[in-house]
């Protein structure tokens, strides 16, 4: 697996790193650290010494990212660029067949688990390639990785499967495969749910059976990719508001990463679905967007 890890030397990005370090890579595995320097367009004296400090301190970020990489067996190599910082590592992971983007969350001080950075949120929509974002650790770090993975049997969610299933998990890493059946009803408060009549009642119970039927299926299919992958896989079907219930389940069970697709508006390139951006924006805990791979 081939890694673009993205650090612009913050705390952030630093826990990023350190988050790499629990994955059991190989000699055949590679991590390419990028820090992307930004294009100042003016040529004053002010900004010609700018410029001078961001040149000497970026080998610095480069090598701090390095040397908290060091345990990690996979190649490792850094690069600097100059450029606008999201749309060049978008561009280089591109052009060097990345299999993964790796960038820590760095964000509005204070403000817990609302608000991406723009470069972060930006990546994480326009990237071709799946993005992980970190986040600093709500929780106490467990013994053994867990990882949630929600499912809506789309193409974006079946390649998602897909790179879980490449990913060098360490040994007895746990996975929970969910999905969440979203209805129409289930914007109908149950306390209100007494006034509608006994017809209604009855096709939403069927429509409800159907939800869940083809729940199961999807969940079958994403095991089909990843039951012989972990040590223990466990599935969770449920019903409501997607985003709701897969944040609820992160509160319940602190996984280390929530992985899932980037379900969008068809047609519009890097279009992420609201549930994808929701969760992204709202976790506590490292975040996988898988892409198609298409366009």
């Known amino acids: ?8 030397g913050s705390e952030c990005s630093e826990a990023a790193a350190k988050f790499l370090t629990r994955f059991h890579f190989t000699p055949r595995d590679e991590i390419v650290v990028l820090h992307v320097v ?6 004053d004296d002010y900004h010609a010494q700018i410029r001078y400090v961001i040149r000497k301190v970026a080998p610095k970020i ?8 060091k345990p990690v067996q996979a190649r490792i190599s850094s690069m600097e660029e100059e450029g606008a910082p999201d749309t060049t590592i978008i561009k280089i992971a591109t052009d060097s067949s990345a299999d993964l983007v790796v960038m820590g969350a760095r964000g509005l001080k204070g403000i817990t ?8 949120r930006s990546v994480a929509i326009n990237s071709p390639k799946p993005v992980l974002v970190t986040k600093p650790y709500q929780w106490e770090e467990p013994e053994r990785m ?43 408060p149950e306390r209100f749910f007494m006034e509608v ?41 449920k019903g409501g508001d997607p985003s709701l219930e897969i944040l609820n389940e992160s509160e319940s069970e602190k996984p280390d990463l929530i992985a899932m697709g980037s379900r969008g508006m068809k047609g519009i390139k890097g279009m992420l679905g609201s549930v994808s951006r929701r969760i992204l924006s709202r976790s506590q805990c490292p975040v996988l967007i898988g892409k198609t791979g298409e366009g």
Not at 1 to 8: E, G, R, S
């Open 38 to 43: 930004s294009e100042i367009p003016y040529d």
């Open 1 to 8: 697996m081939k890694i673009l890890f993205a650090t612009d």
């Open 197 to 237: 009549d006994d017809k209604i009642k009855q096709d939403v119970a069927m429509a409800r059976k159907i939800e869940m039927e083809r729940s199961e299926k999807i969940i079958e299919e994403a095991k089909a990719h990843l039951g012989r992958r972990f040590a223990r896989v466990t599935a969770i079907a």
């Open 62 to 69: 480069l090598h701090s990212a390095l040397r908290i990489l």
């Open 146 to 188: 867990k990882i949630l993975f929600a499912t809506d049997g789309s193409p974006s969610a079946l390649s998602t499967a897909r790179l879980l299933a490449a990913m060098p998990f360490p040994p007895h890493a746990e996975l929970t495969i969910m999905n969440v059946a979203w209805s129409a009803a289930s914007d109908i």
């Open 113 to 120: 688990s609302l608000f991406l950075g723009s470069v972060t």
